[in-house]
Structure formats: structure tokens, C-alpha cells
């Protein structure tokens, strides 16, 4: 019960360490029956109980819960840009950008900044969906983990990937994942997933 509590807050707000250690505090003084005049020995490390159920685990890990919940507000605003929400944050933090590319902002809402701190997270989640290849960067961007643009590796008319040219410049293992991206029959623009 104590962990339900605040989960709405954590999905908006980034929880200071104090106040998820004086949680934990509150947790381990349920499960071990601890008073102020007498402290009872505690017979596992809160570390411990704070794994996944699967491994033995009792207790959820609330800053990882609370950053995963931000990750997932961030993931929402990214793929549903007709909400309010993404409207306002996008008028206010970034205008000529997405939420991926977003910058923190000049003396930014605690509710952003939380946000904005958990996008790394985000971006590491996030591959890049092959339709034009101009938007891709074959080094930098992730979608095979292989320089340049994409669009490069791609006909002139981007009907179908360039087989000599991807094989001039990969191994054999990497060609052969290139080319069975599949590619769109009407050109559009390259999109994150």
C-alpha cells in the first residue's frame, strides 16, 4: 500500500532520494516492526528485497519504478503528438524539435525537468524505422548499428536497397540484415519506434 500511494506523482515528478529513502524507511519499519525504543533485526538486506519477484525480491525498486514511469510519459508525448499535453510541452520546451531532440530549457517546470532528465533512457530504447533513409544516420543513429545516411545504401529512386554498395562496405552478416529491412512502396518519411 505504501508503495501505490504516490505512483501517480512518480509518472510526473522525479522523486528526491530523501523522500524515497524515507519511504523505504516506512516499509521496513511495516515489514519488521520497528519502535522508536526498540529496533528489530532486519533479516535481509533491503538491496535484497528490492530484486524482482522472479528473483526473490518483496519490496519494488522506487526509483527505478519512478524512472521507468517518467520513461513512459516521455514515450507517450513522442508517439501521440495530438495530445494536449505534448501541445503545450511543445510550445513551451521545444518548438522546432521533437521530444527526442528536446534541450532542458532556460529555468524549466520540475515536471519537465523530470522528464527531460529520463530521455537518455528513451533514446536508448529507440530504433529507427527505415522509410526514405535521409533522416538516418548509419553510424550514429540506431537501426542496425552500422556512417553516412542511409538513403546512400538505397537506389536513386529508393525503390530497393543498393546490394553492391552495402556489401562494398559491410560484412556479410551485416548485408544480409540490410537487405531484408523491407522498404516502402510510397515514399514518407523515416519514423522512431
Not at 168 to 181: F, K, R
Request: proline share 4%.
Amino acid at each position: 500500500m505504501a508503495q501505490a500511494i504516490p505512483t501517480y506523482m512518480k509518472s510526473i515528478f522525479k522523486v528526491p532520494e530523501g523522500l524515497i529513502d524515507e519511504i523505504y524507511s516506512l516499509l521496513c519499519k511495516f515489514w519488521w516492526g520497528s519502535r522508536e525504543d526498540m529496533r528489530k533485526l532486519h533479516w535481509k538486506n533491503l538491496d535484497k528485497l528490492c530484486l524482482p519477484k522472479a528473483k526473490g525480491g518483496m519490496i519494488r525498486d522506487l526509483k527505478c519504478f519512478n524512472h521507468a514511469l517518467l520513461v513512459k510519459q516521455l514515450c507517450r508525448l513522442h508517439t501521440n503528438e495530438s495530445t494536449l499535453l505534448h501541445k503545450i510541452l511543445k510550445a513551451k520546451y521545444f518548438k522546432n524539435s521533437s521530444v527526442t531532440e528536446a534541450n532542458r530549457g532556460f529555468d524549466p517546470s520540475f515536471s519537465w525537468r523530470s522528464m527531460w532528465g529520463a530521455k537518455g533512457l528513451l533514446c536508448d530504447g529507440l530504433v529507427w524505422r527505415v522509410e526514405n533513409g535521409s533522416n538516418i544516420d548509419i553510424w550514429a543513429d540506431t537501426w542496425l548499428l552500422v556512417e553516412g545516411k542511409v538513403s546512400e545504401s538505397m537506389y536513386e529512386d529508393r525503390s530497393g536497397w543498393d546490394a553492391s554498395m552495402i556489401s562494398s562496405v559491410m560484412g556479410p552478416e551485416w548485408c544480409t540484415a540490410v537487405l531484408t529491412i523491407p522498404l516502402p512502396t510510397v515514399p514518407c518519411a523515416d519514423k522512431r519506434y
